[in-house]
């Protein structure tokens, strides 16, 4: 806890809250001191099966609680849970609104040389880095003109979302209620054969999984123009030490990707490499601001899926870098799967973890997925990426026969 409280001493943007009332627009309040929200709870005499009960009760109390971070005297809280003798599991809650993941890297990695640097009896030396208010102030100066044409060009012609959800074969929408994740890793066979396919055709494993995806929605809605969601981490190398900044940079951008099936594997891939690419030189754009370019209308998503691409680790991976696998003052990292809960506008939100085994997460709202769809969707993705690095040179029309019965 004193180690993370040395971390909440140091960046404003853990000692933040959003104020709206009575206001024309919301304000960002930073205060001078904050105490860290850390709990600490010993579990170690309830079985795993108690124990994981009461995590995902944690985790679901959290997403329901939400709003509450807005108002907090800290946007983010701590939970460390004594599971064993010396075994424990940490859970971390915040809101999206102040940080995103590149920021939980930098406070995870910072919290834990204050750790080490304590139990030293050493003196803490804190890295100053860019701030994020000189990075709102860059960015408010940036002209959105190329941002605009770009975005004007780029979704000429679209103006209805991609029909995922109802052309998934077996989804009932609105036979369910709630919300459901699932996760499925990708075999240790199925994961080399995307990492060579990538070394091969000079892309990366997130084109390859893009391309995928976008080829698995085509096949079940039948259209061949496909838009869904994309994470950007809208750290722009312009803004010298963008790598440093703590606090909220990533957007939500549309990405299209238009699938000819006269084209090979090959082909498509630099396709969706190039959409990518000039996707990236724009991604700090405001949604809104591309919603209002294009005469989009301001109560209807523009996709009903998002996918996020996760290359920065988990708790558990970072803490393992920083010891460099070794054990150090009473800390070590066994093997985890990644799970967490976000609450999110969209119907549905999938995940790509890189490790040893690629792993495939979905969070989703029941009302417009049933369990068993998002089971068949795991599935077919799979195959569609069985499927296509088997044979890169093969036609995209090939991959598409077959998908929706």
């Known amino acids: 806890a004193q180690a993370w409280q040395i971390t909440v001493d140091h960046h404003a943007h853990l000692r933040s809250q959003i104020a709206w009332e009575g206001l024309v627009q919301p304000v960002q309040v930073v205060a001078k001191q904050a105490k860290v929200d850390f709990e600490y709870l010993d579990w170690s005499h309830l079985s795993e099966e108690e124990q994981e009960t009461g995590i995902q009760r944690h985790l679901e109390d959290k997403w329901n609680q939400c709003m509450d971070y807005l108002k907090r005297p800290t946007p983010w809280s701590m939970l460390f849970v004594r599971i064993g003798e010396d075994l424990y599991r940490g859970v971390w809650s915040n809101s999206y609104l102040f940080m995103d993941g590149w920021s939980y890297t ?20 804190v890295a100053e880095g860019r701030t994020y208010l000189e990075y709102a102030v860059w960015r408010m100066n940036r002209a959105l003109t190329p941002a605009q044409a770009h975005w004007v060009e780029n979704l000429n012609g679209y103006t209805e979302p991609v029909p995922f959800l109802e052309s998934i074969p077996g989804n009932r929408i609105g036979s369910e209620e709630g919300f459901g994740r699932q996760q499925q890793f990708l075999s240790l066979a ?18 390859l999984i893009q391309t995928a995806w976008a080829l698995l929605q085509s096949q079940y809605s039948g259209s061949r123009d496909i838009v869904y969601g994309v994470v950007s981490s809208g ?8 790598e440093t900044v703590v606090g909220q940079l990533m957007n939500m951008l549309p990405l299209r990707i238009v699938i000819d099936e006269q084209q090979s594997v090959q082909e498509l891939l630099q396709h969706v490499q190039e959409r990518q690419l000039k996707l990236s030189q724009f991604d700090i754009t405001p949604q809104r601001k591309i ?79 049933t369990d068993a769809a998002i089971t068949r969707v795991i599935g077919d993705l799979e195959a569609m990426i069985e499927r296509m690095t088997s044979d890169s040179a093969q036609l995209a029309g090939e991959l598409l026969i077959g998908g929706n019965d």
């Open 106 to 125: 930098i406070l995870n990695n910072e919290a834990f040389n204050n750790y080490s640097a304590l139990c030293e009896g050493k003196p803490i030396v």
């Open 190 to 207: 199925t994961t080399e054969k995307l990492h060579c396919l990538a070394r091969s055709h000079k892309v990366t494993v997130n084109v």
């Open 235 to 242: 750290r722009q190398p312009a803004f010298a030490g963008i």
């Open 291 to 369: 919603r209002e370019w294009i005469n989009w209308p301001h109560e209807r998503h523009m996709f009903q899926n998002f996918m996020v691409f996760q290359n920065l680790g988990s708790f558990a991976s970072t803490l393992d870098g920083f010891m460099n696998d070794k054990e150090i003052y009473g800390l070590s990292s066994p093997p985890q799967k990644n799970d967490f809960i976000a609450r999110m506008e969209h119907p549905l939100r999938f995940d790509v973890f890189i490790g040893e085994q690629i792993e495939l997460y979905m969070s989703y709202y029941r009302k417009y997925l």
